[in-house]
């Protein structure tokens, strides 16, 4: 008895099977879902260490995680949403539109054009979590919304915002 011809499958990069790009850089996606929970750790003011601790983990892992060198798992996922108290949909947020875009669904069959290339969210930066974190330690209100106006006006963006003035 004859085998039944088998149709020729588009051969799958192992690489891009893996979470990387073409080029072998991390997905974009998995870049940011990491920022993310950098972003959130240093808002509680959390060590690698201790996150790696509560979700049975190496600060090392933590730090692949953070940087998007290896994918977060969904159950891995869930469990960063519960330590760091957010919801899942937490590490999706803000994600810009040229990230979206190198999701593998939509990456399948795209043409030869080089990605895009990804730009660093600035509220991901060490001054930026520190900063915020030091506004917050600031235990009067009035002190605290004076400290925002200031950082507004210097800024430039306090100019025809508020009619308080």
Request: aromatic share 6%; charged share 30%.
């Amino acid at each position: 008895m004859a085998a039944a011809p088998r149709t020729p499958r588009k051969p799958v990069s192992r690489k891009s099977s893996r979470g990387r790009t073409a080029s072998g850089k991390p997905n974009p996606i998995d870049v940011h879902v990491g920022n993310r929970v950098r972003l959130r750790r240093t808002l509680l003011g959390m060590s690698q260490e201790k996150l790696g601790e509560a979700i049975g983990l190496t600060f090392q892992q933590v730090q692949k995680y953070e940087r998007g060198a290896n994918r977060i798992g969904s159950s891995r996922l869930y469990d960063l949403s519960n330590v760091l108290d957010v919801p899942v949909s937490y590490f999706f947020d803000d994600m810009a539109d040229e990230v979206t875009r190198q999701s593998p669904r939509q990456i399948i069959g795209l043409s030869e054009d080089p990605p895009e290339v990804f730009e660093h969210d600035p509220l991901t930066k060490r001054e930026t979590l520190e900063l915020v974190r030091a506004y917050y330690k600031i235990a009067d209100p009035h002190v605290r919304k004076r400290i925002f106006e200031l950082a507004k006006a210097l800024g430039g963006s306090g100019r025809g915002d508020d009619s308080d003035d």
